[in-house]
Structure formats: structure tokens, C-alpha cells
């Protein structure tokens, strides 16, 4: 019997650790095992490792030091930019668009909150923004590029318009800050992350997304910016984040964000390239597939589609047993048997979310592996599961 090959296509969801990171991880899990708050020699030789990892970092996203707070992944950096911001100003208001991450929608949830829909595409317009902004708006939260559907948003346009409106409101003599926060947990390995040229005030990344080690993350902290700490203990992260700090997280995570900008040019391409090919192939086979999300402004390694008619968890099942990894929507809500609120709010009905799945390309996908997936789709859809 012929053996299923094993295609991955869920790299949005985990990569897997690049080895080159792993092989600098490995001596804090033994050598250097040493709690960098200690005083003797070789816990400060570990402390100084960390900050040579945080200037590192620093360094490749043009700010400083002191601006980056550690954290253990994603959700744990939105937790602690909308709750670090909000528990500071408990009656202002928070917006963000309707397809962020769950970890910004049930953070904001717990105070004055308000969402801006976005365009079919998922593209959020700022003069849709700019109409639920109001004098009491002190932070606004808008996903870089989505998880689902890998639309890419004009965080440029959306910070100029920030920046426009605060500087109204010191002319008129209101004190209220007005911050914007991006989630760029998928963009670091094609998006250029320079966060001046960004212009936000502040910034997630997530370590498990980029060939780094899961559980590590970070959340850039524009200078001036005091939030409200989720975690008291031991002051550590400026007193936000107490804890003994995870220093193999730490090194692996640093070593990923410098790969992942230093690459990000070559690898859109070579992806895009991928993409644009399964996108072409798929359309040829199954004409009646969907695909979601901007076309123009998307990330390059993501395929999002509706199949009218199928039945998405049947079909990631079937291509599973073939040997294709694919979601069916995003992997942090995978137990909802809710249908994703990021293809309902680009105009999905409850069946048509239903029917969709999301492919993610990656550092091992080929052009072979994409032929594969398209004939087993083929196959499996000629049987229109209902």
C-alpha cells in the first residue's frame, strides 16, 4: 500500500522551529539554566544575554530596548495592550474592526467598546473609523494582517488618521491620549515591521508564528505609553510582566524576528509565486470555489476558500487521511462549533462559512505539494458533500 505524503498547509496556525533557533535555545534549557534575577556571576552573564536579545530585536524593528515587553505568545501581548490601556482609563472607549483575533475581541468586550465593520475583502476603511471615533476613543486596535483570510490592512492610512485626530484634540484642549495597537503576529515573515514607518504606538508578535519556539511573544510599547500590568509579582518586563523570565523563549524568539525581516522580501516572492498558482489551478478544477478575502492586498502565503454545497469539516477530514493538514478556520477557535466571525463579517452566511477551508503555505510547500492538494480536492468535492 502506498504511503499518504505528509503537506502541510496550516503554517498559519503553527510553524515549525527552525533548528538553527533551536540549536541557540538549547543551552538555557541546561548550561544556562540560571534565574537571570540572581546576583552571582552567572545568572547576570544569562541577564546580559536577554538584553543582547532585546537590542537584537530592538535593532531590526527600529526602537529602543525599553520598549519591548516580553510575553508568552500573541494573546498574552492583546491582553495586555487593550487591558494595560483600558484598566488605565476604565470609562473611555476602545474600537477595533469586526475580524480581529479573539484575544482583542474578548479583551475590548470588557469595556466601552465599539467595532467598525469591514468591506467584504475584510478591508477596513478610515472613513468608516473615523465615524466611531469619538472624544472619549483612547485606543484603537486594528489586526495587520488577518489569521483567516490574510488581508492585509493600510495600518499607514489608519495611523495618519490617528494621528490627525490627536493633534485636534490637544488644539481644542482634550487631554485624552489616542493610541493605536496592531496584532502583526502573521506578518513578520513577509511584511517589512519598521515601526516607525508602522506608525503605531503599539505592536504584537508572536514567536510560534515565525519558526520560533510557541509560548513567546512580544509587545512593542511606544515611550511615553504607561499600562496597567496584567501580572504583579516580581517587577520583571518594567514591572508588566513579573515573572521569571523564559529565557530560551526569549533567545528563540529573538533569532526569529531578525530571520523573518531579513528574509521577508525573498520569501513573499518565492510565495506569492505558490499562492497565485494554487489559486490559478484551483479555480481551473473546481470553478465554483470562492476565494476569500482582498486578492490585491493579501498575504502571500494564504488560500482561503468557499466551496458551495461542502461540508468543511468532512472535507479537512478527508484531505487529513490523504495526508494534508488544512483548518477550517482559525486554530485558537478550532473547539467553536460556532462558524468563524471573520467570514461572517465579510458577508458569509452561517453554510457558506461552513464550507470553507484555509490553506497556509510555508517554507517546505512546492509546487508538487500544491498539485497534490488541488486533485485531492477535485476528487473529494466531485462527491458535493452536503
Keep these: 500500500m502506498k504511503q499518504a505524503p505528509n503537506i502541510y498547509m496550516d503554517y498559519a496556525a503553527a510553524t515549525p522551529l527552525d533548528p538553527k533557533i533551536l540549536n541557540k535555545m538549547l543551552p538555557y534549557f541546561s548550561d544556562n539554566y540560571y534565574n537571570p534575577s540572581a546576583t552571582y556571576l552567572s545568572a547576570q552573564a544569562v541577564a546580559q544575554d536577554i538584553a543582547e536579545a532585546r537590542n537584537k530585536i530592538a535593532k531590526g524593528l527600529g526602537v529602543k530596548p525599553v520598549e519591548i515587553i516580553f510575553t508568552a505568545g500573541g494573546t498574552e501581548a492583546n491582553n495586555l495592550a ?22 482583542v475581541l474578548r479583551s475590548a468586550e470588557k469595556y466601552s467598546y465599539s467595532q467598525v465593520r469591514v468591506a467584504s475583502d475584510g478591508r477596513l476603511s478610515t472613513a468608516n473609523l473615523e465615524k466611531e471615533l469619538t472624544d472619549k476613543t483612547v485606543l484603537v486596535s486594528i489586526i495587520l494582517a488577518n489569521n483567516e483570510i490574510g488581508t492585509i490592512q493600510s495600518i499607514r492610512k489608519i ?6 485626530i490627536g493633534q485636534a484634540r490637544e488644539k481644542s484642549g482634550n487631554n485624552m491620549p489616542l493610541y493605536l495597537h496592531t496584532d502583526a503576529s502573521q506578518a513578520p515573515l513577509f511584511l517589512d515591521l519598521h515601526f516607525s514607518r508602522l506608525g503605531v504606538d503599539m505592536m504584537t508578535l508572536n514567536g510560534g508564528k515565525i519558526y520560533g519556539p510557541k509560548q513567546s511573544g512580544l509587545l512593542v510599547v511606544k515611550t511615553g505609553i504607561v499600562l496597567y500590568p496584567l501580572i504583579d509579582g516580581g517587577g ?6 513579573s515573572g521569571t523570565e523564559n529565557v530560551p523563549a526569549i533567545i528563540g524568539l529573538s533569532e526569529a524576528i531578525i530571520s523573518a525581516q531579513k528574509h521577508h522580501k525573498s520569501e513573499s516572492l518565492r510565495l506569492t509565486k505558490l499562492r497565485d498558482w494554487f489559486i490559478t489551478e484551483l479555480s481551473r478544477e473546481i470553478p ?30 478527508e484531505l487529513d487521511e490523504l495526508g494534508i493538514q488544512c ?6 477557535s478550532a473547539s467553536n462549533d460556532q462558524p468563524s466571525h471573520v467570514l461572517e463579517a465579510i458577508g458569509l452566511t452561517d453554510e457558506g462559512a461552513q464550507s470553507s477551508l484555509r490553506f497556509s503555505l510555508g517554507r517546505t510547500t512546492t509546487k508538487q505539494d500544491i498539485n497534490y492538494v488541488i486533485k485531492s480536492l477535485k476528487k473529494i468535492c466531485s462527491k458535493k458533500y452536503i
Design 288 to 317: 465554483d470555489a470562492l476565494i476569500n478575502g482582498s486578492l490585491k492586498y493579501r498575504l502571500p502565503n494564504n488560500i482561503n476558500i468557499t466551496i458551495p454545497g461542502t461540508d468543511n469539516e468532512r472535507i479537512m477530514m
Design 327 to 332: 483548518a477550517v478556520g482559525s486554530a485558537c
Design 236 to 241: 520583571q518586563e518594567r514591572q508588566l510582566r
Design 82 to 103: 487593550i487591558k494595560g490601556v483600558m484598566e488605565r482609563f476604565p470609562e473611555a472607549q476602545v474600537i477595533t474592526s469586526n475580524i480581529e483575533h479573539e484575544s
Design 159 to 164: 495611523s495618519a488618521l490617528i494621528e490627525k
